[in-house]
């Protein structure tokens, strides 16, 4: 597991000033695996491998991942920024 690279009070109140967060109706998104800030601790790291593995291999769906929650989106990178998805 790699250590978020900010710190866990900046990355609190950076994540409280997301507000509620709500899965888009109808699908699963990464947004559902940080749901919650204990989710986001747990799950963070893997959202921001399979953004890596998005941009890698299907670069034209970055943008719609984007669209889900742009500000969870840019906090997810900014935390886990080396992020890969190892095989």
Known sequence: MIAP?????????RYG???KLEDLDGERSFII???TFDS????GQTVA???ATT???????V??????????FVL?????PGAVRLR
């Open 17 to 19: 000033a997301l507000g």
């Open 76 to 80: 997810v990178e900014a935390t886990w």
């Open 33 to 35: 695996r940080c749901i």
């Open 63 to 72: 943008d719609r991942l984007v669209e889900m929650h742009p500000a969870l």
């Open 49 to 51: 491998q399979d953004f």
């Open 40 to 43: 986001l601790l747990k799950f």
């Open 55 to 61: 941009r890698r291999g299907y670069p034209w769906q």
């Open 5 to 13: 690279a900010l710190s866990l009070a900046e990355l609190r109140a």
